[in-house]
C-alpha cells in the first residue's frame, strides 16, 4: 500500500472542482441528471416514489457503481416517505427496499448502501426519526463518495508521468459517482496538475458509455479526449501510444477480482501482453469481501433491444439470438494495482485486500 503526496482530505487542485449535479435531492424528491438522453439533451427527472426510481436504475438513467448506491439511499428516504404509515409500516418499507434492490445485480454498491440504510431505519424507530436518519445516511453517503474521488484522483495521479495518455473504457466520472469520479478523478487531478496530454475513451458498446458520457464530461472540463471503437483497443495499446489505462469497477472480489463494464477485460489482457499499466480506481465501497472470487460475482444480462436496435433502426435479424452480458470480470492478476481512498494496492490479491479492511476495522 502507497500513500499519496497530496494533502489528505482535500486535495490542492480537485478540491475546488464542482461536482457533477448527477443527482439532488429536493424536499421529498430525487432529481436525476437523465444519462439517457446525454449528450444531446441536459434534462432532469424527479422520483417521488420507489416504481420511478427503480425505473430510473433499471434504464440506465442513473448509472455507475457508487451512483446507484447512493440514488437507492435517498430511495429509502423516499421509501420511508412514501410506505403507509399504519401499522404495517414497517413491512411496507422493507418491500420497497427489497424493489430497489432487484434493480441490477453486479454493482455492489447498490447491496452496501441500502444494508446500511435498512440497519438505520431498525435503528430509528418511527416515521419520523426514521424519515430524518435516512436522510442524513443518504447525505453522508454522498459526501464520502466526494471525498473518496479526491483521494483516489491524488493517489492515481500520484502514479502518471509527464504527458501521460490514458485510455479509459465506459464512464467512471461524476456521472457515475456522487459527483467526481473514481477513474475520471485521477483523469481530472492529472490534467490539472499539468501532466496529462490526453485521454482516449473507448465507445463502449452497446449503450456508449463511453462515447456519450466519458466523452460529454472530458470535453466540458475542456481534457482533449479522443473516444475510438471497443474494437481498435488492442491495436491502439500495440501501438505503444497509452501510458495507463485506468477503469473502475463494480464489484471487486476479496482476491483481488474485479468485475467492470463489458470489454474491460480484453483491454486488460492486451495491457499485459505490451507491458502497460492497468489500474483499477474504485472506492471501499466497491469491495465485496464476502466474495472470495470473481467467479462468483454475478453477471448481469440485458435485453435483446440494446443490441438488436440503433434508435428506430433495426440491426438484426428476427431470427438472431443475443448475448448481451453487461460486465465481465479481469482476474487480479492482470491488474497492476487498485487505487482506493486509502491507498493504491500494488499485485492485488487476498490478503493485501484483507489488511486494508482489517485496518478498518482496527481503528473504528
Ligand atoms: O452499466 P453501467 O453504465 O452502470 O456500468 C458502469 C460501469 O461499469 C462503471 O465502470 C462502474 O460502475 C464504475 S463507475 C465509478
Not at 194 to 210: F, I, M, N, S, W
Not at 327 to 335: G, M, Y
Request: hydrophobic share 45%.
Amino acid at each position: 500500500m502507497v500513500s499519496s503526496s497530496c494533502a489528505f482530505p482535500f486535495c490542492r487542485a480537485n478540491a475546488d472542482m464542482i461536482p457533477l449535479p448527477t443527482m439532488q435531492w429536493m424536499d421529498g424528491n430525487l432529481r436525476l441528471l437523465d444519462q439517457r438522453k446525454l449528450p444531446s439533451e441536459e434534462i432532469y427527472i424527479d422520483c417521488r416514489d420507489i416504481d420511478s426510481l427503480a425505473e430510473a436504475i433499471r434504464t440506465l438513467a442513473v448509472r455507475g457503481a457508487p451512483a446507484i448506491g447512493i440514488a437507492a439511499a435517498f430511495g429509502a428516504v423516499i421509501a420511508a416517505l412514501t410506505a403507509d404509515p399504519g401499522e404495517e409500516f414497517n413491512e411496507a418499507f422493507y418491500a420497497k427496499i427489497d424493489i430497489l434492490e432487484g434493480t441490477r445485480p453486479t454493482a455492489v454498491n447498490l447491496f452496501h448502501c441500502l444494508d446500511i440504510q435498512r440497519r438505520i431505519f431498525r435503528m430509528n424507530p418511527g416515521r419520523d426519526s426514521a424519515i430524518e436518519a435516512l436522510l442524513e445516511s443518504a447525505r453522508d453517503m454522498m459526501r464520502s463518495d466526494l471525498q473518496a474521488s479526491r483521494q483516489m484522483g491524488c493517489f492515481g495521479a500520484d502514479l502518471l508521468e509527464k504527458d501521460s495518455v490514458v485510455l479509459t473504457h465506459c464512464n467512471a466520472g461524476g456521472l457515475a459517482t456522487a459527483g467526481l469520479g473514481t477513474a475520471l478523478a485521477v483523469i481530472y487531478e492529472a490534467w490539472d496538475r499539468g501532466v496529462l496530454e490526453k485521454v482516449y475513451a473507448d465507445e463502449t458498446r452497446p449503450l456508449l458509455q463511453g462515447a456519450r458520457l466519458t466523452a460529454w464530461e472530458l470535453s466540458r472540463a475542456g481534457i482533449p479526449v479522443d473516444v475510438l471503437p471497443d474494437s481498435a483497443a488492442a491495436s491502439l495499446l500495440q501501438k505503444g501510444q497509452i501510458d495507463a489505462v485506468i477503469v473502475s469497477s463494480d464489484r471487486i472480489a476479496a482476491n483481488g477480482d474485479a468485475a467492470n463494464k463489458i470489454g474491460t477485460y480484453p483491454l486488460a489482457l492486451a495491457a499485459k501482453e505490451h507491458g502497460i499499466p492497468f489500474y483499477v480506481v474504485a472506492p471501499l465501497s466497491t469491495f465485496d469481501v464476502s466474495t472470495s472470487s470473481g467467479n462468483e460475482i454475478e453477471i448481469e444480462q440485458r435485453g435483446r433491444n440494446e443490441l438488436a436496435s440503433l434508435g428506430e433502426r433495426k440491426l438484426l435479424p428476427e431470427a438472431a439470438g443475443v448475448w448481451n452480458p453487461a460486465f465481465d470480470v479481469t482476474p487480479a492478476k492482470l491488474i497492476t494495482a487498485i487505487i482506493c481512498e486509502k491507498g493504491v494496492l500494488f499485485t492485488p490479491d487476498t490478503d493485501s485486500i484483507q489488511s486494508i479492511f482489517g485496518r478498518i476495522t482496527d481503528s473504528r
